[in-house]
């Protein structure tokens, strides 16, 4: 019997925490709907795990704080975004994220389609065939 990989759906990589702040069925909801595009747009993303925080105290006027981080192969990716509404907050995080995992994909694909070439200090010796 061959051993079957059980597809991960993006609800079980998805973490959604709030500090200071009730989470609410629609917030819950907001955030996972503009996590499953990230998830779309790269199949080898680890974990997602998103922060909401409401800071009351900031000069008189309620703001909310989106973190973001992405687990990924290579180094993580970590993005915080300050509004004043927390459903802007958490689109603009998304895209922030989005446009982070794009730079990356084609960093990646510069590298593949244009290898460069290695210089060695030392002359290699020659193979009699």
């Given at each position: 019997?061959?051993?079957?990989?059980?597809?991960?759906?993006?609800?079980?990589?998805?973490?959604?925490?709030?500090?200071?702040?009730?989470?609410?069925?629609?917030?819950?909801?907001?955030?996972?709907?503009?996590?499953?595009?990230?998830?779309?747009?790269?199949?080898?993303?680890?974990?997602?795990?998103?922060?909401?925080e409401?800071?009351?105290?900031?000069?008189?006027?309620?703001?909310f704080?989106?973190?973001?981080?992405?687990?990924?192969g290579?180094?993580?990716?970590?993005?915080?975004?300050?509004?004043?509404?927390?459903?802007?907050?958490?689109?603009?995080?998304?895209?922030?994220?989005?446009?982070?995992?794009?730079?990356?994909?084609?960093?990646?694909?510069?590298?593949?389609?244009?290898?460069?070439?290695?210089?060695?200090?030392?002359?290699?010796?020659?193979?009699?065939?």
């Open positions: 019997m061959k051993n079957q990989t059980i597809p991960s759906s993006a609800a079980d990589r998805l973490i959604v925490r709030g500090i200071h702040l009730e989470l609410t069925e629609a917030l819950k909801n907001a955030v996972e709907s503009k996590c499953e595009k990230l998830f779309r747009h790269q199949e080898r993303i680890v974990r997602i795990r998103v922060d909401l409401h800071d009351k105290l900031h000069k008189g006027k309620p703001r704080i989106a973190k973001g981080h992405i687990e990924i290579g180094p993580d990716m970590i993005v915080s975004i300050t509004d004043e509404d927390a459903y802007k907050a958490i689109d603009l995080m998304t895209q922030k994220l989005d446009r982070l995992l794009r730079v990356r994909a084609t960093a990646y694909k510069k590298k593949r389609l244009h290898p460069r070439a290695v210089e060695l200090p030392v002359d290699l010796p020659k193979v009699a065939c």
